[in-house]
């Protein structure tokens, strides 16, 4: 019994009857953790069984079964007796869970499955672009090299890093004008350098 003799949230009521598991469920949405633990007790056991019949895996079903009381628990609150008796709203909960474990392995299998097939069937086609990618990767590269580093890290930075000419200017620390003109004359021996070397 609590204070002054009325009876803690989770015991019977005064005239010894057990509350009704539609009784529990409210009383947990206002935070009565005895009557949690009644919930508990009265619904894990059933909870598991189902999600147990939807899984057919011990392991998981323990694991969505624990899933489902801590959304009990949370949101018991938003529970209606006048919508539906207290068993089924619960058993639906664990329904749904157990059917959410089922389609996420699904989806997980069916990625795994894609990307397997694009591993061991990968088309001629792919693989011949792979290789020239990485070969005119490899020419690009040679012919930065032959560029002045005045040239070679202005086009790098306005190429690669996206920077105007102003901020190149800038980040190089030369002046605008001959920034433009040592990038003119990069992109003029690039042009030549990758001509001549196709």
């Given at each position: 019994?609590?204070?002054?003799?009325?009876?803690?949230?989770?015991?019977?009521?005064?005239?010894?009857?057990?509350?009704?598991?539609?009784?529990?469920?409210?009383?947990?949405?206002?935070?009565?953790?005895?009557a949690f633990e009644r919930?508990y007790?009265?619904?894990?056991?059933?909870?598991?069984?189902l999600?147990l019949?939807?899984?057919?895996d011990?392991?998981?079903?323990?694991?969505v079964?624990?899933?489902?009381?801590?959304?009990?628990?949370?949101?018991?609150?938003?529970?209606?007796?006048?919508?539906?008796?207290?068993?089924?709203?619960?058993?639906?909960?664990?329904?749904?869970?157990?059917?959410?474990?089922?389609?996420?392995?699904?989806?997980g299998?069916?990625?795994?499955?894609?990307?397997?097939?694009m591993?061991?069937?990968?088309?001629?086609d792919?693989v011949?672009?792979l290789?020239?990618?990485?070969?005119e990767r490899?020419?690009?590269?040679r012919?930065?090299e032959r560029?002045?580093?005045?040239?070679?890290?202005?086009?790098?930075?306005?190429?690669?890093?996206?920077?105007?000419?102003?901020?190149?200017?800038?980040?190089?620390?030369?002046?605008?004008?001959?920034?433009?003109?040592?990038?003119?004359?990069?992109?003029?021996?690039?042009?030549?350098?990758?001509?001549?070397?196709?």
């Open positions: 019994m609590g204070a002054r003799g009325r009876p803690r949230a989770g015991e019977d009521r005064p005239d010894g009857r057990p509350p009704g598991l539609e009784e529990l469920l409210q009383k947990v949405g206002r935070g009565d953790r005895a919930v007790e009265a619904m894990a056991p059933r909870v598991y069984g999600v019949r939807v899984l057919r011990r392991a998981q079903s323990e694991e079964a624990q899933e489902v009381m801590v959304e009990v628990w949370r949101s018991a609150a938003r529970y209606e007796p006048g919508r539906g008796s207290g068993l089924a709203w619960v058993l639906t909960i664990a329904h749904r869970r157990a059917i959410d474990r089922v389609r996420s392995a699904q989806a299998l069916d990625r795994e499955e894609r990307v397997a097939r591993e061991t069937h990968r088309p001629y792919e011949s672009e290789v020239e990618d990485r070969l490899e020419r690009l590269r012919c930065l560029l002045t580093p005045l040239q070679h890290e202005s086009l790098t930075f306005a190429y690669y890093g996206g920077y105007s000419y102003r901020e190149v200017a800038e980040l190089v620390r030369a002046p605008l004008a001959t920034v433009k003109t040592r990038m003119r004359d990069g992109l003029i021996r690039l042009r030549d350098c990758l001509g001549v070397d196709r």
